[in-house]
């Protein structure tokens, strides 16, 4: 598996409000860390049974991390750097992970450290064709009357293959070494 994390926090980078919600009444973030039974809300959980389990364990309580949001796609579109798996379809998705610990939300070193150690061990697992992708970005967080500066990092997952099942379950598997991944550096923190 391709792994690889950037750092993103210039003026035009994406970035995150904390809480969040899109405008009437649309999607909104669920706290998945104190309300795991929300997880059946969330649309994306609905459709694809492998991110509902990722959501679960990584918003375990045992967990030093929880989720913020969530999309999942499918693409027959190729960047030039996605030419070496030679596939015609991609499955796709992203989560936005935050510390649990409301103080390492705003430890870039903390954030860095995470990215660093999850593709470091993400390159030694089996040579499979997916990719992931830690973004280290800008959040601001909301509590009671201020607005705090922070970090978030944006998780992409990529599994290619020759038709949309194929890259489905290529996805499914980079997605368990992911979990995987997280579960072995939340047990080292503990």
């Known amino acids: 598996m391709q792994a690889d994390f950037a750092v993103e926090l210039g003026a035009d980078d994406e970035t995150l409000e904390m809480p969040w919600a899109a405008e009437s009444g649309g999607p909104r973030y669920y706290d998945l860390k104190h309300h795991p039974e929300m997880v059946r809300d969330l649309e994306e959980a609905q459709s694809a049974e492998e991110l509902r389990g990722f959501l679960c364990a990584v918003n375990s309580a045992t967990g030093v991390l929880e989720t913020a949001k969530c999309d999942i796609w499918e693409s027959t579109e190729m960047n030039p750097e996605e030419e070496i798996f030679g596939s015609a379809h991609k499955f796709c998705c992203y989560v936005d992970l935050l510390f649990s610990d409301v103080d390492s939300r705003f430890s870039f070193p903390q954030h860095e450290q995470l990215a660093k150690r999850l593709t470091q061990l993400l390159q030694r697992v089996p040579e499979i064709p997916a990719a992931a992708e830690f973004l280290i970005r800008r ?3 909301h509590a009671e009357a201020e607005i705090r500066d922070g970090f978030y990092v944006t998780f992409y997952l990529f599994g290619y293959g ?8 290529r996805w499914a598997i980079a997605l368990k070494l992911v ?4 579960r072995q550096l939340s047990a080292a923190s503990c």
Request: charged fraction near 25%; glycine fraction near 0%; proline fraction near 0%.
């Open 139 to 141: 959040c601001y967080y």
């Open 162 to 169: 020759d038709d949309e099942l194929q890259s489905r379950q």
């Open 179 to 182: 979990q995987n991944a997280i």
